[in-house]
């Protein structure tokens, strides 16, 4: 006991680091970029200008190929360590005013994101070194391996199912507005606040849809053992395309995608950190 109880201790002390904040709300700058390029992306792919990837990934490598991006990539890839040391450390010790199994539920997500933004930086630093392969096509190249056995299938098939639910809930914590208890509004004026949840709702809200559909793809890959669709972000992007109205479609969930840009950089100043 005395041993766990030390080590809640020091990780307690490294999560009030000043500087891991420091770095961790410089990290919500570049999470913001990311989306800003990444809603570029969807965008051009809405009208079939870009044959870059519509992901995350692609949103990188689109930042490297511009005039100071290796430095931006190294900058962004610092934060996102930091907000993943920082989530880590909300995980293992965070999340105390909850109770139960609203703590449980938090630091569960907390872990998530720790994986996420940790993803993130590991893909900026290999685009900083010119290493980053296409996303897409080895998710790809992973799903045909896997769809090669029934029980590889029904992998696959549980995979998008985790991720349009993931998708639907993140949705959901938009429009319900639940984003807001991890902001000190008590410090934003009244015009901050109210855009600050306009931002935060449309965000999430597209985000959410944009996993959702990418998981429905996944699973319908497994069902009909077509490794192609199983792609990602990137597929979903380009099925909704192909749709009537697709185009006008991911406009608007470009849009909303920039709205979580923009909330990202709100929450640089603003969030509970």
């Known amino acids: 006991?005395?041993?766990?109880?030390?080590?809640?201790?020091?990780?307690?002390?490294?999560?009030?680091?000043?500087?891991l904040e420091l770095l961790?709300?410089?990290?919500?700058?570049?999470?913001?970029?990311?989306?800003?390029?990444?809603?570029?992306?969807t965008v051009q792919i809405a009208f079939g200008k870009s044959g870059e990837e519509g992901n995350q990934n692609g949103a990188l490598r689109t930042l490297g190929a511009q005039p100071m991006g290796k430095f931006l990539l190294i900058t962004i890839a610092v934060g996102l360590v930091a907000m993943a040391i920082w989530q880590a450390l909300e995980a293992a010790v965070g999340h105390r005013a909850l109770r139960g199994r609203d703590r449980l539920l938090e630091r569960i997500t907390s872990v998530v994101r720790t994986v996420v933004f940790l993803w993130l930086a590991?893909?900026?630093?290999?685009?900083?070194?010119?290493?980053?392969a296409n996303a897409s096509d080895q998710q790809e190249a992973l799903s045909a391996k896997l769809m090669a056995s029934?029980?590889?299938?029904?992998?696959v098939a549980l995979a998008g199912l985790v991720l349009a639910i993931v998708g639907i809930g993140?949705?959901?914590?938009?429009?319900?507005?639940?984003?807001?208890?991890?902001?000190?509004?008590?410090e934003m004026?009244?015009?901050?606040?109210?855009?600050?949840?306009?931002?935060?709702?449309?965000?999430?809200?597209?985000?959410?849809?944009?996993?959702?559909?990418?998981?429905?793809?996944?699973?319908?890959?497994?069902v009909k053992y077509d490794p192609e669709k199983a792609r990602g972000l990137d597929a979903a992007l380009r099925t909704l395309?192909?749709?009537?109205w697709g185009p006008v479609v991911l406009a608007l969930m470009a849009l909303g995608?920039?709205?979580?840009?923009?909330?990202?950089?709100?929450?640089?100043?603003?969030?509970k950190v």
């Open 1 to 19: 006991m005395s041993l766990t109880r030390n080590a809640e201790a020091t990780a307690s002390e490294a999560k009030n680091s000043r500087w």
């Open 24 to 41: 961790a709300r410089a990290g919500f700058i570049g999470y913001g970029i990311v989306h800003l390029l990444f809603a570029w992306l």
């Open 122 to 132: 590991w893909t900026a630093v290999k685009v900083f070194q010119d290493a980053s």
């Open 150 to 155: 029934t029980g590889g299938r029904w992998l």
């Open 170 to 186: 993140m949705v959901v914590y938009g429009l319900k507005k639940k984003f807001e208890k991890n902001l000190k509004t008590g």
């Open 189 to 222: 004026s009244p015009k901050t606040h109210t855009l600050a949840r306009r931002l935060g709702m449309a965000g999430y809200a597209a985000r959410g849809a944009v996993f959702a559909v990418a998981g429905i793809l996944v699973v319908v890959a497994a």
């Open 241 to 244: 395309r192909d749709q009537p």
């Open 257 to 271: 995608i920039v709205a979580f840009g923009i909330y990202c950089f709100l929450q640089s100043r603003y969030r």
